[in-house]
C-alpha cells in the first residue's frame, strides 16, 4: 500500500516532532547543565531521610526540575525501586513542579526601601490558601500531571539515571509539604527539587535538608509568607479548628495541618546568604 504526499507529510512532521521533543534530554540543551546530577540528588536525599527523625521513617524519592519544567533528576533512597512508596515517585515531581512554577527570583518584583523582593512558595505554603473559600481555590487543579510522561518506558529504570520522565515537562500541581523552589547564589529561582514517600510535614523538612545539602538555597533578602527571614517558605502550622466544622482555619492563610510525629522545624538549617 502506497501513502499520499499528505499522510507522508504528516508522518515527517511528527517524527520531526517527537524528535525535538526528546532532544530535551540532552542536559546541554536545557536548564538542567546547571543543576545538580542525578548522583548528586540521591546522595542528598539519602542523606536527609536517614537524617530526619519526625514521621513514618519511610524511604524517599526525590525530583529536580529546572526551571522550564523540564525534569532534571529522579532518585530513591532506598536500597531498590519498590522499597519506598511507588506512588510517590510521580508526587515527587508533582512538587518539584509546582514550588517551581509558583515562586520569583529575587530581582523580578520591586518593594519598597529594605522590603524583601521575589517571592518563595513551597507546595506546603499552598495548602489552606487552596481550599474552598481560600485565595487560591482551584489551584490545585491547573496544570495537570502529563501522564504520558509520568508513566513511560520501563520500571526498572524509574529512580534511575536513565528514569523515562528526564528530559520532558512532568507538569502537575501539588498542595502539600515537599516541594521547594532552587535559589542559586544570585537569589534567582533556577528549578526545584520535590521529594515524597513519608508525611507531608516529614517531606517538607526532608526537602529542607536536601536542599540545603545540594547548596541552592540562597534565599535572604527572598520574600516569603512564612513570617520568617531566614526560612521565607518554611512550613507554617498555623491551623486551629473551625467552628463550623470542616477544614481547619490558617490565620495567615498559608497554614499546613501538623502530621504524625511532627517534629520540630525550629532545627532546620537557615537559608544562605
Not at 77 to 93: L, T
Not at 183 to 195: F, I, L, S, T
Request: glycine letters at 14%; a negative charge.
Amino acid at each position: 500500500m502506497q501513502l499520499s504526499s499528505k499522510c507522508l507529510l504528516i508522518v515527517s512532521f511528527l517524527t520531526i516532532s517527537a524528535g525535538a521533543a526528546w532532544a530535551d534530554d540532552d542536559r546541554t540543551t536545557n536548564g538542567c547543565a546547571a543543576l545538580p546530577t542525578q548522583a548528586q540528588l540521591k546522595a542528598a536525599l539519602t542523606m536527609a531521610t536517614a537524617t530526619e527523625t519526625s514521621g513514618l521513617n519511610n524511604q524517599m524519592w526525590g525530583t529536580i526540575v529546572d526551571r522550564d519544567g523540564i525534569v532534571c533528576a529522579v532518585a530513591f533512597s532506598g536500597v531498590n525501586r519498590g522499597a519506598q512508596w511507588p506512588g510517590s515517585r510521580v508526587i515527587s515531581a508533582q512538587k518539584a513542579n509546582t514550588a517551581n512554577a509558583f515562586s520569583l527570583d529575587i530581582t523580578s518584583n520591586t518593594a519598597g526601601s529594605g522590603q524583601p523582593t521575589g517571592l518563595a512558595l513551597s507546595t506546603a505554603n499552598l495548602y489552606s490558601a487552596v481550599q474552598p473559600g481560600g485565595s487560591l481555590f482551584g489551584l490545585q487543579a491547573s496544570n495537570p500531571v502529563d501522564t504520558e510522561v509520568a508513566y513511560a518506558g520501563p520500571s526498572a529504570a524509574y529512580g534511575t539515571s536513565a528514569d523515562p520522565m528526564v528530559g520532558h515537562k512532568i507538569g502537575g500541581v501539588n498542595v502539600f509539604g515537599g516541594g521547594l523552589a532552587l535559589y542559586d547564589k544570585n537569589h534567582n529561582v533556577v528549578g526545584a527539587v520535590g521529594v515524597s514517600g513519608d508525611t507531608s510535614c516529614a517531606d517538607h523538612f526532608i526537602a529542607w535538608r536536601v536542599r540545603h545539602a545540594l547548596a541552592f538555597d540562597h534565599l535572604l533578602g527572598v520574600g516569603g509568607v512564612s513570617g520568617d527571614a531566614a526560612r521565607p517558605d518554611n512550613i507554617i502550622f498555623d491551623i486551629t479548628a473551625n467552628p463550623n466544622g470542616g477544614t481547619g482555619i490558617s490565620a495567615g492563610g498559608f497554614g499546613h495541618p501538623s502530621c504524625i510525629k511532627t517534629g520540630d522545624q525550629t532545627g532546620l538549617p537557615s537559608v544562605i546568604k
